[in-house]
């Protein structure tokens, strides 16, 4: 997709939902860019509003203030544009694994034989292209998690919201998720925004970082990642990875002092 300017852009986003007990300010003047074809990450402390915003740029949820726009136009309601992936991947135990990625192309009333072709293509890049007849429960957390993310890109959006995608993985198959993100990343050049609680991840996968403050969340740091690419297993020992990482820890760790 074309754009002049970023891809996806929020502009002072404040998001305020009405509870039981009174408002709670999710969001507030949150506003960042994400050009096309980066990947970004979105880091900040539990409750801040991270998955809030994923909504609201997913068009799930409408902001109280300001807006979400993709390639100049505000989004309103879930797109073809928008891929979204969750943390759990939520299969549909009676359909296949075909079938369940292609859902939300169903849904969005797409052309069903492109969508099959580029399904068995992502299925390939994934490594599950023998596994498209079987069933959710034949599948380990991780192929259900790689399942979920083929799911978000089969109608070929041109941004993907991914909302802490391996969070429930064992630490081996998050880390082998990781280079497998990044790999399908360089070959779609799709443009990504990424949430996690992991510094390591962020900075591993991202162009840039986005820092949230604690609830109402907005930016205070934004932070460009420049290592190399492909990134490697020997990244993660490398000085420049380090520094970054504990430029990040240091931030969190004054934060949650107080200070
Ligand atoms: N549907 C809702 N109704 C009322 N309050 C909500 C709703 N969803 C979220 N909240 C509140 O909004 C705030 C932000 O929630 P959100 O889930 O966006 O945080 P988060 O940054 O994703 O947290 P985590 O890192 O734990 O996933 C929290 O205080 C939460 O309690
Ligand atoms: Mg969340």
């Given at each position: 997709?074309?754009?002049?300017?970023?891809?996806?852009h929020?502009?002072?986003?404040t998001?305020?939902?009405?509870?039981?007990?009174g408002?709670?300010?999710?969001?507030?003047?949150?506003?960042?860019?994400?050009?096309?074809?980066e990947?970004?990450?979105?880091?900040?402390?539990s409750g801040?509003g991270?998955?809030?915003?994923?909504?609201?740029?997913?068009?799930?949820?409408?902001?109280?203030?300001?807006?979400?726009?993709l390639?100049?136009?505000?989004?309103e309601?879930?797109?073809?544009?928008?891929?979204?992936?969750?943390?759990?991947?939520?299969?549909?135990?009676w359909?296949?694994?075909?079938?369940?990625?292609?859902?939300?192309?169903?849904?969005?009333?797409?052309?069903?034989?492109a969508?099959?072709?580029?399904?068995?293509?992502?299925?390939?890049?994934?490594?599950?292209?023998?596994?498209?007849?079987?069933?959710?429960?034949?599948?380990?957390?991780?192929?259900?998690?790689?399942?979920?993310?083929?799911?978000?890109?089969?109608?070929?959006?041109?941004?993907?919201?991914?909302?802490?995608?391996?969070?429930a993985?064992?630490?081996?198959?998050?880390?082998q998720?990781?280079?497998?993100?990044?790999?399908?990343?360089?070959?779609?050049?799709?443009?990504?925004?990424?949430?996690t609680?992991?510094i390591?991840?962020?900075?591993?996968?991202?162009?840039?970082?986005?820092?949230?403050?604690?609830?109402?969340?907005?930016?205070v740091?934004?932070?460009p990642v420049?290592?190399?690419?492909?990134?490697?297993?020997e990244?993660?020992?490398?000085?420049?990875?380090?520094?970054?990482?504990?430029?990040?820890?240091?931030?969190?760790?004054?934060?949650?002092?107080?200070g």
């Open positions: 997709m074309q754009a002049n300017g970023p891809l996806l929020a502009s002072e986003v998001l305020v939902y009405q509870g039981k007990r408002d709670i300010t999710a969001l507030e003047d949150l506003s960042l860019e994400v050009q096309d074809g990947f970004v990450s979105v880091l900040g402390p801040c991270k998955s809030t915003f994923l909504k609201i740029a997913a068009g799930l949820v409408p902001p109280s203030k300001g807006r979400v726009e390639a100049g136009k505000v989004i309601k879930p797109s073809p544009e928008v891929g979204v992936v969750f943390q759990k991947a939520n299969l549909l135990p359909k296949t694994v075909l079938e369940n990625v292609l859902v939300a192309a169903r849904s969005l009333g797409l052309d069903m034989a969508a099959r072709k580029t399904a068995d293509e992502y299925l390939a890049l994934v490594g599950l292209e023998t596994f498209a007849a079987n069933y959710p429960n034949e599948l380990s957390g991780g192929m259900q998690q790689r399942v979920g993310l083929v799911r978000g890109l089969v109608h070929d959006p041109s941004v993907l919201l991914m909302d802490e995608p391996f969070a993985l064992d630490a081996m198959t998050r880390e998720m990781t280079l497998e993100l990044q790999k399908l990343w360089m070959t779609t050049e799709k443009s990504v925004l990424f949430i609680h992991s390591p991840e962020a900075v591993f996968l991202s162009d840039r970082i986005v820092v949230l403050s604690e609830r109402p969340g907005s930016v740091m934004d932070l420049t290592l190399p690419r492909p990134r490697s297993f990244t993660l020992s490398e000085k420049a990875f380090n520094d970054i990482c504990n430029r990040l820890r240091a931030h969190f760790s004054s934060f949650m002092a107080g």
